[in-house]
């Protein structure tokens, strides 16, 4: 098993920065694409980014594309998302994942292990 802890999260005002953090233990993550995921209250689970197993080829959603920075640190096991320009709708809690069976991924259920989430709170 691979085990995924989120940290990071926080209050931050509309137009500020996040950086969030996602750490892995267990077997190693560096073959595998990762990802991380959102969800707020009352709405479905939403992809926000994916990143190739080398790090290399990174994709974002529509509504990310040119705020967030999705890397990874194969050597420490660690991924991280880099949130610029935050908006309050970008309030949520925000899941890393791994994948095995498939390449960047955009849907969750391609996804094998997932961490406990990090709360991001956006203030207007």
């Known amino acids: 098993q691979v085990q995924l802890v989120e940290s990071g999260g926080g209050l931050v005002q509309a137009g500020g920065s996040l950086r969030l953090t996602c750490a892995a233990s267990?077997?190693?993550?560096?073959?595998?694409?990762m990802g991380w995921f959102r969800q707020a209250p009352g709405k479905e689970r939403e992809f926000v980014a994916a990143?190739?197993?080398?790090?290399?080829?990174?994709y974002y959603a529509d509504s990310m594309e040119g705020r967030f920075a999705i890397s990874r640190d194969n050597a420490k096991n660690t991924m991280y998302l880099q949130m610029n320009s935050l908006k309050p709708e970008d309030t949520a809690v925000y899941y890393c994942?791994?994948?095995?069976?498939?390449?960047?991924?955009?849907?969750?259920?391609?996804?094998?292990?997932w961490g406990q989430g990090t709360q991001v709170t956006v203030s207007s």
């Open positions: 994942a791994v994948s095995t069976v498939a390449y960047m991924p955009n849907e969750s259920s391609k996804y094998d292990y």
């Open positions: 267990g077997r190693t993550f560096s073959p595998y694409a």
């Open positions: 990143i190739g197993r080398r790090g290399g080829y990174t």
